[in-house]
């Protein structure tokens, strides 16, 4: 009875850890995480991050790798992640025809 309870907790619980993408897959995480913009097809978190100011993707840049805290939260970012995440805000200035680089200057 136990083994039951404890599948039928981390079924409820893990199965609000992912978010179904527009083309049906699923990515880790709820949209707009730090985790979701991480793992999500790179066009989706573009899409996505479009829609924040320009001052807000660079304050997202800053601290991807640093210990400072993500906008209310505090993860320990990898250095993959980090990497990635910059990807992700890159692409986002380029698609808006903007240096991609605009956050280091």
């Known amino acids: 009875m ?9 079924i409820f619980t893990l199965g609000g850890c992912t978010t179904t993408n ?3 897959s699923s990515t880790v995480g709820m949209k707009g995480s ?4 991480i793992n ?7 899409e996505y991050l479009n829609g ?13 790798l640093s210990t400072a ?10 250095k993959s992640e980090g990497l990635r995440t910059r990807e992700r ?7 808006r025809g ?3 680089m605009v956050c280091r200057k």
């Open 89 to 95: 805000l890159a692409k986002t200035l380029e698609s």
């Open 69 to 78: 805290p993500y906008i209310g939260s505090n993860p320990q970012y990898s």
């Open 22 to 24: 527009p083309d049906g």
């Open 52 to 64: 924040f100011d320009t001052w807000r993707i660079c304050e997202i840049w800053d601290r991807t």
């Open 2 to 10: 136990k083994k039951v309870l404890l599948s039928l907790i981390l």
């Open 34 to 37: 730090i985790l979701w913009i």
């Open 40 to 46: 999500a097809p790179i066009e989706y978190a573009v």
């Open 98 to 100: 903007e240096d991609p």
